[in-house]
């Protein structure tokens, strides 16, 4: 009778009393282990009405027959993608990840039940998955499913096992490189890929009429060009894509303090565009590596715009001053050409193509009751620098 001993105070045995062992006595003792039986079988029954389930299977590299080896596996939701009007409750779902073994072998032990996409990253294999997905949410309800039943899913039973086996296909790659027409490669560069179309979204835009939907579609990745100048984008969907690189020179360094004169920021196209409209595609499909996607820094097209800033003819430091296009509204947010001047006044904005400009100096005062004051003037750059922009502002202006 070990229970009807746990039901007995410790002191009362361990001063050597004996406890009265009647049948009151032994039925509460009774009661409590019936109590604590009947807790344990409803805790059981409750854990399994949602038990977890569990998935596993192996990843293949379909262009080599061989396991996908480390390879990084995702179970997502597939609620996650979908509207929120979808009238089933997904609260219990939540996202898995690991990694396949030298085999290709995944195994998820503790699954939520529900239904899910099997996303697997591995470098160099197609990223068409990361596209469709960063994109479902802007088309119809309708479209979401068919876009994401062209990838794995798998549908998890309480307490149950499920096997999904996957092969995953080689993405395309672009390679090129990045030089001045100066000569010497621009090393260490920002390079994107940007997609302008591509036949995974145009063909659900062309069975459900998601027109105004698909043109806010957007994919781009970046890479960074090495030693050599040399860049290269592998995995990429397949579609066509605008390849650039963007220059980035910066007249102030950490903590805000400004070492030079000369700030530039601007972004050149292949082959050696300075415009998105005279930028030339490329298209890949799986598994295809093209070559020679190689860009040139105009700089012979390119120049400076430079000049002082004063405050009733005094130098001043610190005014902001920004360049933009005739043909654009001032959106000091968006317009990347930009600087602060030095303690004498002076500024220079670097790497300007050729064309008609508004240069706009603005200067705010550290008073809070102060008005800034800013000025602007046009400026054309057509076959050289422009120096001797100078701009005094004047406080009677807002």
Request: with cysteine; proline share 5%.
């Amino acid at each position: 009778m070990t229970i009807v001993r746990e039901c007995i105070p410790k002191w009362f045995i361990s001063v050597g009393f004996r406890p009265l062992f009647n049948s009151s006595l032994l039925g509460a003792c009774l009661a409590v282990f019936g109590a604590m039986l009947a807790s344990q079988s409803s805790a059981q029954a409750t854990s399994g009405a949602i038990a977890p389930g569990t998935v596993e299977g192996y990843i293949r590299c379909d262009d080599i027959g061989a396991p996908a080896r480390l390879a990084i596996v995702n179970l997502i939701p597939l609620a996650e993608y979908l509207k929120k009007d979808d009238k089933k409750d997904y609260r219990s779902e939540k996202e898995e990840g690991t990694y396949t073994d030298f085999d290709g072998y995944y195994f998820f032990s503790t699954v939520h039940p529900g239904t899910y996409v099997l996303d697997v990253d591995l470098a160099g294999y197609s990223r068409d998955q990361q596209l469709v997905v960063g994109n479902v949410k802007n088309f119809a309800l309708t479209s979401q499913r068919e876009l994401l039943t062209t990838f794995p899913q798998v549908t998890v039973k309480s307490g149950a096992g499920s096997r999904l086996d996957v092969a995953i296909n080689r993405g395309g790659a672009i390679t090129g490189r990045i030089t001045f027409d100066s000569g010497g490669p621009l090393i260490g560069a920002n390079v994107m890929a940007t997609m302008v179309s591509t036949n995974l979204l145009d063909q659900c835009n062309q069975n459900h009429s998601d027109a105004a939907t698909l043109s806010h579609c957007y994919y781009a990745v970046t890479a960074v060009s090495d030693d050599r100048g040399v860049y290269r984008f592998a995995g990429l969907p397949q579609g066509k894509y605008r390849i650039s690189v963007r220059l980035l020179e910066t007249s102030v360094i950490p903590g805000m303090k400004i070492t030079r004169v000369g700030a530039s920021d601007l972004t050149v196209y292949a082959p050696e565009a300075l415009t998105e409209a005279t930028a030339q595609f490329v298209e890949v499909n799986h598994g295809d590596e093209i070559t020679g996607v190689d860009i040139t820094i105009p700089l012979r097209m390119l120049y400076s715009i430079g000049g002082v800033v004063t405050l009733r003819g005094e130098p001043l430091q610190g005014a902001n001053v920004y360049i933009y296009s005739k043909q654009e509204d001032w959106n000091p947010g968006e317009f990347p050409f930009s600087t602060t001047t030095l303690a004498d006044g002076s500024y220079r904005i670097d790497l300007m193509p050729m064309g008609t400009y508004f240069v706009r100096a603005e200067f705010v005062p550290n008073g809070k009751r102060l008005p800034s004051v800013f000025r602007e003037i046009p400026v054309t750059v057509v076959d050289g620098s422009v120096d001797g922009v100078n701009i005094d502002l004047n406080t009677q202006q807002k």
